[in-house]
């Protein structure tokens, strides 16, 4: 049976920072008469080219770029939804114009959101990669989000007992959390954790929840025919590519950028708008780890060993921080993304690991597999590509966080002695084996024998 070319296609390049993720995209689109969306949260803001790490117009090649460079300090933080819907406006329109949608980017949630039909993202949502990750296509004002712990916590407990009684009665943020999935789904987070356990345990897709009708409906689906390849590079050669990423950022201008974002802070301070520094461009790596070098060279009482000490320690940070992001990407890729991919998916794992042949390793097969792909080619088998490919396309076993656990294994108990609650077994043992609690007990015991 002749198979026919794939109907309305999409091409995605995910990977970790530094992999070489760009480049590919740039050079499909020169072979197949393709335009480019960003998907790397950061890159959709304007200016800040260090900070953000965007594309350089050089580097474009004149290939059209979309949301790249396209919000404003000013304006409120795109959520989810907000990059899906205009993800998919742009993606029309790349069509209508008869061009190949390719999608670059190593914000991995954005990704797996445009590519399924209602992905949902919960509490999964890796608040390394971004701090703000909500559902729904717009912000949406939940005044009650801001009332104390104790009025969220009693709140939660009328809605989503099953929450309220996993979470520790202080624990603001995950209570709020809770709350919030309740308050913009009409789901209770420990329903939208059950879905997605569900994912977790048979490797198969998630239903989708219908929001209309809050039911359960077909299994997850592809949004379109969707060729994605996965650029990878070994770890200890990402290492050191990244770590001489940071030292050309710092020599490109970096703390330029940072004294322009903090300029702009205190100035909307100063008219009474403070920033949410939680939000946004605020958390990305390149500024968070500077604004303390930037306070201590504008103070006045900063001694040499103190500016000597920020010089050297804030591009360690920097190196650090962008490590531990990439291998948080890699993770998502694994744990979240393989799993939700149909039994017919196109993920292709290109290894980048030796720049002198990423031609050769990189750029000739995903041509290769791009062309075949378009023709409705036979695709060859994804592991015969490279060894690591091999290896890294076996799905990892999802290792989801307290907040994913059957509710059976839920538990909350609290230690008088110390006055500690724990909300996990794993706590309570690791608490009730520790030196603070054996020494509270001694102590309590010595007090009591010297009442008798």
Not at 30 to 58: H, V
Not at 342 to 364: E, H, R, T
């Amino acid at each position: 049976m002749t198979r026919k070319p794939p109907r309305e296609p999409l091409i995605a390049i995910i990977g970790a920072t530094g992999t070489g993720k760009s480049q590919l995209a740039v050079e499909l689109a020169t072979r197949f008469n393709g335009e480019i969306i960003n998907g790397d949260a950061m890159q959709m803001y304007a200016g800040l080219p260090i900070i953000t790490n965007k594309t350089t117009i050089k580097a474009q090649k004149g290939i059209p770029h979309h949301l790249l460079g396209c919000i404003g300090l000013q304006e409120p933080t795109w959520v989810v939804g907000t990059f899906v819907s205009r993800a998919l406006k742009v993606i029309e329109e790349i069509r209508m114009r008869g061009k190949l949608p390719i999608l670059v980017g190593g914000t991995h949630y954005y990704t797996q959101s445009l590519l399924f039909r209602d992905r949902l993202i919960g509490n999964d949502a890796d608040p390394g990669e971004l701090a703000d990750v909500e559902l729904g296509t717009e912000r949406v004002d939940l005044p009650v989000l801001q009332q104390s712990t104790e009025v969220l916590f009693a709140e939660l407990q009328k809605v989503d007992p099953v929450m309220a009684e996993r979470w520790h009665p202080r624990d603001r943020r995950k209570i709020q959390r809770s709350l919030e999935i309740y308050l913009k789904t009409g789901h209770t987070a420990a329903e939208v954790y059950t879905q997605q356990r569900k994912l977790a345990g048979d490797g198969a897709v998630a239903p989708a929840i219908d929001h209309a009708h809050g039911d359960d409906t077909e299994e997850q689906s592809m949004r379109f025919p969707t060729l994605v390849f996965w650029v990878h590079a070994e770890q200890s050669v990402l290492r050191e590519r990244l770590h001489a990423r940071v030292d050309k950022m710092l020599q490109a201008g970096l703390l330029d950028e940072v004294r322009t974002l903090d300029a702009y802070a205190n100035a909307e301070a100063a008219a009474g708008r403070p920033v949410d520094k939680t939000r946004g461009i605020w958390p990305s790596i390149g500024y968070k780890d500077f604004k303390e070098y930037m306070q201590v060279l504008q103070s006045e009482k900063a001694s040499e060993k103190d500016l000597e000490y920020w010089k050297h320690n804030a591009p360690s940070k920097t190196k650090v921080s962008t490590r531990q992001y990439a291998k948080r990407q890699v993770r998502w890729i694994r744990s979240k993304f393989i799993n939700s991919l149909p039994a017919s998916n196109m993920l292709y794992l290109l290894d980048g690991s030796d720049i002198p042949a990423f031609d050769n390793a990189v750029i000739d097969p995903a041509v290769d597999l791009t062309s075949s792909f378009l023709a409705a080619e036979l695709m060859p088998d994804r592991s015969s590509l490279s060894p690591a490919a091999a290896e890294k396309l076996q799905p990892a076993r999802l290792h989801y966080d307290d907040s994913t656990a059957s509710p059976e294994k839920w538990t909350k108990q609290h230690c008088e002695t110390c006055d500690v609650t724990c909300v996990v077994e794993s706590q309570w043992w690791q608490h009730m084996g520790s030196k603070a609690h054996k020494k509270a007990v001694s102590k309590n015991e010595h007090r009591d024998g010297e009442a008798r």
